[in-house]
T-cell receptor, first 110, second 112 residues
Framework: GEDVEQSLFLSVREGDSSVINCTYT??????LYWYKQEPGAGLQLLTY?????DMKQDQRLTVLLNKKDKHLSLRIADTQTGDSAIYFC??????????FGKGTRLSVIA | DVKVTQSSRYLVKRTGEKVFLECVQD?????MFWYRQDPGLGLRLIYF???????EKGDIPEGYSVSREKKERFSLILESASTNQTSMYLC???????????FGQGTRLTVV
């Protein structure tokens, strides 16, 4: 089945850009999602990209998709302390529930 | 706004107790899911349901059961709670199994 990998930790300085990476294995994946989880809360859908797109921008968020390498990234411009959270990549594969990565904990240093 | 409500934010139970975690949605979505979240392991799917009275096992169903008697409500049952079931439990809903999921706020369960 689908396997989704993310690095576990990322630390950036306030005002810098953050780039969170995700790789997946199923080349037939059609929708790819990014979720954010703040401490003690559930997951909040941030953005998504359809597999026929290379890039999607939404305010400070940019999603890049490289289908050939099966690599997805989330860039957060001008990272703020409020962006500190765990970020999950999730991939739609066939008719089964979304497959989630283990999450990347982003720490923003003031 | 999508609303997925889990009955408790925090719960403390004793080993061997029967535990019910409730999840209610107001979106009329067909699909409901239960995950547990543990540090370093991410989200693991316990059970899901495509329709009333239907259930499917996820990746880690052992020690759990579920009930879906009404479309809007999906219950996770720990038949005999054990300390290794101490975790954060997350309920989610979606319109179809493979579309974006919307999550509840989570229940942090501690079994002592």
């Amino acid at each position: 089945g689908e396997d989704v990998e993310q690095s576990l930790f990322l630390s950036v300085r306030e005002g810098d850009s953050s780039v969170i990476n995700c790789t997946y294995t199923d080349s037939s994946s059609t929708y790819l999602y990014w979720y954010k989880q703040e401490p003690g809360a559930g997951l909040q859908l941030l953005t998504y990209i359809f597999s026929n797109m290379d890039m999607k921008q939404d305010q400070r968020l940019t999603v890049l998709l490289n289908k050939k390498d099966k690599h997805l990234s989330l860039r957060i411009a001008d990272t703020q302390t409020g962006d500190s959270a765990i970020y999950f990549c999730a991939v739609m594969s066939g008719n089964t529930p979304l497959v989630f990565g283990k999450g990347t904990r982003l720490s923003v240093i003031a | 706004d999508v609303k997925v409500t889990q009955s408790s934010r925090y719960l403390v139970k004793r080993t061997g107790e029967k535990v019910f975690l409730e999840c209610v949605q107001d979106m009329d979505h067909e699909n409901m899911f239960w995950y547990r979240q543990d540090p370093g392991l991410g989200l693991r799917l316990i059970y899901f349901s495509y329709d009333v009275k239907m259930k499917e096992k996820g990746d880690i169903p052992e020690g759990y059961s579920v009930s879906r008697e009404k479309k809007e409500r999906f219950s996770l049952i720990l038949e005999s709670a054990s300390t290794n079931q101490t975790s954060m439990y997350l309920c989610a809903i979606s319109r179809r199994p493979n579309t974006e999921a919307f999550f509840g706020q989570g229940t942090r369960l501690t079994v002592v």
